[in-house]
C-alpha cells in the first residue's frame, strides 16, 4: 500500500526518534559510565547538578534541553573569522571638499542635424537621349553652369519646321490683305456684292490668326531647344550623375521622369531640432519673464558642436519654429540658420545643438563622482564637523565645464565627499581630508563624464 508523504515524514520522525534514544541509553549505561574518564568530559558546558534518585533517563533529557536552550551568547565566534570585531580601527578615509558657487546659465542640449537650405533634384524637361554630361561627381557649381546636353538635332529641325510654317502664314496674311484692298473700291461702285467683301475680310483675319499659331509654334520648338542644354538652377555642390551619354531621358516632373542628379546648397545651412513640450513652455515663461535669447524666440542664438568636439564654438540663430507640436511625439520642430562658409557642415550631419535653458543664476558645482544614485534618487553624503556621514538628496541639472550642476538639496558650506564614496555610510564616522574644489579638476573631456 502506497504511503503519503507525511505519513511517510511521520514515520521517519519516530525512527529517528527511536534511534536516538537508544544511542542515549547505550551512551549513558553503567558500563560506558564506568569507561568514561574525566579527561572525556566535554567542556563546552558545566555539568547539570544530578539529583539523587532521579532516573538516568530523566538526566538524559534535561541535559538535552539545557543544550537546546542556549542563547547566543554562547556562541563563540573565532579571533580570525570576517565576522569577528576588530578593536580599534580607525574609520575609513575619505576626500571632501567644498561644492563650487558660480553664476552660470543652464543649458538645453539637443540631437540636432544639418540639412540644406535649397535642394533640387535635375530631370529634363523634354525627352530624348542625353550626349554630353559637363561637370565632375561631386563639385561645386554655380547657378547657370551648364550640366547636360540632350541631342538636340530633332528639335532644332522642329524649330525650322516650326519658322517655315509662320512664314507660309504671313504669305497668306499678306495676300488676303490684298484682296481686301483690291475689293474696297469695286464695293464702293457697287461691282462686288458685300458678302463677296466680308468673305475676303474673313480670310484676312483667319491668316493673321494663323500668324499666331505660327509664332507661338516657333517659341515652343525655341524653348524645347533651349532645354536640351540643361543648366544649373542654384549654386551648391552637385552629386553624382546618375545616367551617362547614350541614355534615353524621359521629361516631365512625375515620378516616371528620369532624376538626371541633385544640387544642395551648402552656405548657409539649416540644422534642425525638436524641443520638448515641457523645454518649450519654460523657454516662453523665460521670454514672458524678459529673458531675451531664449529657445522659444527667433532670433536666438543656438550653440553647436560636432561630435568629435567637446566645446560648442559653432554659432548659429534661431530662425523658424513650427506652428504646432507633433501629436505623436510631443515635441516642436524648431530650426537655426548657421554659416558655412568653410564647407565643414553637410546635410544629413548630426551635430550637438545647445541654447540657453534659464537666466544667468547662482548655481552650486560638483564633479559627477561625487554623485551617488539608487533606484529612484540622486545624493551625496556629507561630513559634519564630527566626521559622520550623512546623506543627502540632491536634484542635479546639465554639466558645466566638466562639473555638474546642483539644483538643489546642497548648501555652499556643505563638505561634501568627492572621493571614496564607497567607503561612507550614513551615520557612520569617517576621516575627511580636505581638498578645495577647482573647475580644472573637472574632466577634460565633457563627453567622459557625461553619464547621467
Known amino acids: 500500500m502506497r504511503v503519503t508523504p507525511p505519513i511517510r515524514f511521520r514515520l521517519a520522525s519516530v525512527v529517528l526518534a527511536a534511534g536516538l534514544c537508544i544511542a542515549a541509553l547505550a551512551a549513558g549505561s553503567p558500563a560506558a559510565a564506568q569507561t568514561t574518564g574525566p579527561a572525556q568530559a566535554s567542556p563546552a558546558a558545566p555539568a547539570a547538578p544530578a539529583v539523587a534518585g532521579e532516573p538516568w533517563l530523566t538526566r538524559q533529557w534535561n541535559a538535552l534541553k539545557n543544550l537546546a536552550g542556549a542563547g547566543p551568547e554562547r556562541v563563540v565566534v573565532p579571533a580570525g573569522s570576517p565576522g569577528a570585531a576588530k578593536p580599534g580601527a580607525p574609520p575609513p578615509g575619505v576626500t571632501v571638499s567644498k561644492p563650487l558657487a558660480r553664476e552660470i546659465i543652464e543649458w538645453d542640449e539637443y540631437v540636432a542635424r544639418f540639412d540644406a537650405v535649397d535642394v533640387v533634384e535635375m530631370r529634363a524637361r523634354i525627352s530624348g537621349y542625353l550626349t554630353d554630361v559637363h ?9 547657370g553652369d551648364p550640366l547636360f546636353t540632350i541631342d538636340p538635332r530633332p528639335f532644332e529641325r522642329a524649330l525650322d519646321q516650326a519658322k517655315a510654317e509662320l512664314a507660309q502664314a504671313r504669305t497668306k496674311v499678306e495676300n488676303s490683305s490684298k484682296d481686301v484692298e483690291r475689293g474696297r473700291p469695286l464695293l464702293d461702285r457697287k461691282i462686288l456684292s458685300e458678302k463677296v467683301f466680308d468673305d475676303r475680310e474673313n480670310l484676312k483675319r483667319d491668316a493673321e490668326a494663323a500668324v499666331k499659331v505660327a509664332d ?26 546618375i545616367i551617362g551619354p547614350g541614355n534615353w531621358v524621359s ?54 558642436a560636432l561630435p568629435d568636439e567637446t566645446s560648442f564654438p559653432h554659432t548659429g540663430k534661431l530662425d523658424f519654429s513650427d506652428n504646432r507640436l507633433d501629436p505623436g511625439t510631443g515635441t516642436l520642430r524648431a530650426r537655426a540658420l548657421v554659416d558655412n562658409k568653410d564647407g ?13 535653458g534659464s537666466a544667468r543664476n547662482m548655481r552650486l558645482l560638483l564633479p559627477d563622482e561625487a554623485i551617488g544614485t539608487d533606484q529612484i534618487n540622486k545624493f ?33 558650506d556643505d563638505w561634501v565627499v568627492i572621493r571614496g564614496i564607497q567607503r561612507a555610510r550614513p551615520g557612520q564616522k569617517v576621516t575627511p581630508k580636505r581638498e578645495p574644489l577647482q573647475l580644472s579638476a573637472a574632466p577634460a573631456e565633457a563627453d567622459a563624464v557625461k553619464k547621467q
Not at 561637370?135 to 547657378?143: A, E
Not at 509654334?217 to 549654386?235: G, H, M, N, Q, Y
Open 380 to 412: 551625496v553624503y556629507v561630513v559634519t564637523e564630527d566626521g559622520t556621514a550623512s546623506r543627502k538628496a540632491v536634484t542635479l541639472g546639465p554639466l558645466h565645464e566638466g562639473l555638474r550642476v546642483v539644483r538643489a538639496g546642497l548648501t555652499a
Open 251 to 304: 521629361a516631365g516632373g512625375s515620378s516616371n521622369a528620369t532624376l538626371l542628379t541633385s544640387i544642395v546648397t551648402q552656405d548657409p545651412i539649416h540644422i534642425y531640432f525638436d524641443v520638448s513640450e515641457n523645454n518649450l513652455i519654460k523657454y516662453k515663461r523665460l521670454r514672458q519673464q524678459g529673458t531675451s535669447g531664449s529657445g522659444a524666440e527667433v532670433g536666438g542664438a543656438v550653440q553647436i
Open 135 to 143: 561637370f565632375k561627381d561631386g563639385q561645386h557649381v554655380r547657378k
Open 344 to 356: 565643414l557642415f553637410s546635410p544629413g550631419m548630426f551635430a550637438r545643438l545647445r541654447i540657453a
Open 216 to 241: 507661338a509654334k516657333v517659341k515652343t520648338a525655341e524653348l524645347d531647344l533651349s532645354f536640351t542644354r540643361i543648366a544649373a538652377p542654384i549654386s551648391g555642390r552637385i552629386s553624382r550623375a
